[in-house]
C-alpha cells in the first residue's frame, strides 16, 4: 500500500480529500492528517510517507515551502496541491517542484476517480522502475549506485543481512500488508507479480521464522505460496548470493509441490552418490535399471527433503554423462546445462524433468534394440508451432504440448532443431523477446507488465533473459 497524509488547516477541507477517493481500491492507505504543518514535517521525516495532499496557503507555513523543505532533505515524497486558489502562478510554482497535479477546492467529485487512477498508475511506474535499478545495482555489485537508489545499506557496520524471496499463487498482494518487520531494517523490491524479495538487516540473534510462519499461512485464503530464507552475511558484497540461496531455498517447491518456509541448506553429498550410480549403469548401457533408477529419483528427492540446488546438481550430472556417452544419438535433444530459473521455465516441476529423463533413456534402449518408426508427424509438428506462436504468454512445457499434438517429447526435440533449427526453448524464448522488443519499443506499458504479457511471471528471469539474447537490458533497450 502507498502511505498518504493530508495536511489543510482546515479540517473540513481533510475531510473532503479522505471521502473524495476510493483509497484502498487503489492501493492507497491514509496514515495521518494534520492542520499543522510543522506536525505534518515532523511526521514526514520519521515515516517519509509515499503521497501528501497539502493546501498551498495555510499560517504557518505554505504548501510550496513544504515542498521546498522536502525536496532539501533528500526525502521521497510526491506531492499533489489542494488549493482554493485558481491563480496560474500557483499552479506553475507548484508543478515547478514537482508536485503531481494541482486541483481546486472542494474537489470536484467527477474528477476525483480519473485523479486516483492516475496517481496510481504514476506509483506503478515509479515501483517498477525503482525495483529494475535497485536489482541491477544489487546484482552488479554497483555500490554507488545503491547507495543512490536506497539508505537502506548506509551504517550497516556489525548489522547482518539475510534475505528472503516470497512466492504468491497470484497476482494478489496481500502479503504487503505484513508489516511485522521494522521498515527501516527491511528492504522490500518486487521481482515480479507474484515473486517479492525482502533484504533484512539486524543483529545475529534475530529470530523471527515462526512469527513469519504464523502471519503467513494462518490466515485462511492465503495467497502465500513459497518463503525462501537465505543464509547470513555479515557484509552487505555478499547480497548477490545471498539473493540466489533465498531463491532456491522457495524454489524447494518445485521438487515437493507443499507450501512452506524453507531454509537454505545444501545436500550435494546426499545426492552426489545417486548420480554416480546413474553415471555408472548408462556407460554399462544397463537400460532397465537405469530407467527404474531415474524413475524414483522423485520418491528419493522427497524422502531426503531436497532442494533445488541439488535438482540441478542431479540435471547438469546426467546430461554430461548423457551426451558425453551418447552424443549421436542425442545430439538434436534439449540437453543443456541449466540453471535453477532455467530448469523452472522448462520443466513444470521436478517429476516432469524426471519424465523427460526417463522418456530419454527409453528412447536410446529403443534405438539400441530395433529401428524406430516416426510415422508421418509433420502435420501435428506444424500444428504445434502455430500454436505456440498464437499462445507464447501462458506457460508452455514440451511434455503438456507433446501430448495434445501427438508426439513423443523425444521426438519433438529432434524436430524442433531439424525443421527450425533450434531447439524448443530457444524457439520459446526468442519469440517472447521478439514480441518484448516490440512492446518496449511501441507501448508505455512497464517492464514488469511487458515481462507478464510475453510469459515471464518472474520479471528478474526475464531481464537476465533480455540481457542474454539482445546485449543490454529492458530498460536500455527502451531508451535507445
Known sequence: MHSVIIIDDEPWAIR??????????????????????????????????????????????????????????GLDVEFVVVSGFAEFAYAQEALRYGALDYCLKPLDIEMAAPLIEKLALH????????NHLILEALTSGDKSELNRLTPFFEHSSGDYFRVLILYTNSDHKAHQDFTFFDRRHTLKVELGSRKTLYILKGDHSSDWKDEWHRSVFTE?????????????????????KLIKEADLAASHIFVHEENGIFEYEP????????????????????????????????LFYKQHQL???????????????????????????????????????????????????????????????????????????????????NHYQTKLYLKDLSVKFFINQVYCCQLFKKNLGKTFSEYVTELRIKKACELLKHTEFSIEEVATKVGFVDYYYFNKVFKKQCGVTPAKFRKS
Open 16 to 73: 473532503g480529500i479522505r471521502n473524495a477517493f476510493q483509497w484502498e481500491k487503489y492501493g492507497f492507505e491514509i496514515i495521518g492528517q494534520f492542520t499543522s504543518v510543522h506536525k505534518a514535517l515532523a511526521f514526514i521525516d520519521e515515516t517519509c510517507p509515499d503521497l501528501v495532499f497539502t493546501d498551498i496557503r495555510m499560517p504557518e507555513v505554505s504548501g510550496l515551502d513544504l515542498m521546498r523543505i522536502t525536496k532539501e532533505k
Open 123 to 130: 506509483f506503478a511506474k515509479k515501483r517498477s522502475m525503482r
Open 220 to 240: 485462511a485464503g492465503s495467497p502465500i505460496k513459497a518463503v525462501g530464507i537465505s543464509s547470513m552475511a555479515v557484509n552487505y558484497d555478499q547480497i548477490a
Open 267 to 298: 545436500k550435494l553429498t546426499v545426492v552426489k552418490p545417486l548420480a554416480d550410480g546413474i553415471a555408472s549403469l548408462m556407460q554399462e548401457n544397463r537400460f532397465d535399471e537405469m530407467a527404474d533408477l531415474v524413475e524414483r529419483l522423485v
Open 307 to 389: 532442494g533445488m540446488g541439488e535438482v540441478v546438481y542431479i540435471w547438469n550430472q546426467l546430461v554430461s554423462v548423457l551426451v558425453g556417452t551418447y552424443y549421436e544419438e542425442l545430439r538434436d535433444m534439449e540437453l543443456d546445462f541449466l540453471n535453477y530459473s532455467e530448469l523452472k521455465e522448462r520443466f513444470e516441476n521436478f517429476e516432469s524433468l524426471c519424465s523427460f529423463l526417463h522418456d530419454i533413456v527409453r528412447y536410446i534402449k529403443q534405438l539400441n534394440s530395433q529401428p524406430v518408426h516416426e510415422g508421418d508427424i509433420n502435420a501435428h509438428f506444424n500444428q504445434m508451432v502455430k500454436y505456440i506462436d
